[in-house]
């Protein structure tokens, strides 16, 4: 079993900037990617960010250049520092560990961008 809780949400002003946190703990050996998702109202939650166990990294072309994510391993915690923030990056973002028999979600941060 693997348990994320996540921080660093809140409410910031247009262009403003956060850091969201995933801390894992358990069965933390067994995750190959960590990935933030976010989801707004009334939409499907889509996939933000990841990154693998080796440090590689991918991003959705709407956060690119905006929204980096990395990793701490010592503190087995995943963070996604977003700049530039916008009104459309306005939702309840997920951390999901992947692992190897299935996946595993944190219960959510709510960032609201809005002046």
């Known amino acids: 079993q693997v348990q994320l809780v996540e921080s660093g949400g809140g409410l910031v002003q247009p262009g403003g900037s956060l850091r969201l946190s995933c801390a894992a703990s358990g069965s933390i050996f067994s995750i190959n990617v960590m990935a933030w998702y976010r989801q707004a109202p009334g939409k499907q939650r889509e996939w933000v960010a990841l990154?693998?166990?080796?440090?590689?990294?991918n991003y959705v072309d709407s956060v690119k250049g905006r929204f980096t994510i990395s990793r701490d391993n010592a503190k087995n915690t995943v963070y996604l520092q977003m700049n530039s923030l916008k009104p459309e990056d306005t939702a309840v973002y997920y951390c999901?560990?992947?692992?190897?028999?299935?996946?595993?979600w944190g219960q959510g941060t709510q960032v609201t961008v809005s002046s």
């Open positions: 999901k560990a992947a692992a190897v028999t299935r996946d595993y």
């Open positions: 990154i693998t166990s080796d440090g590689r990294t």
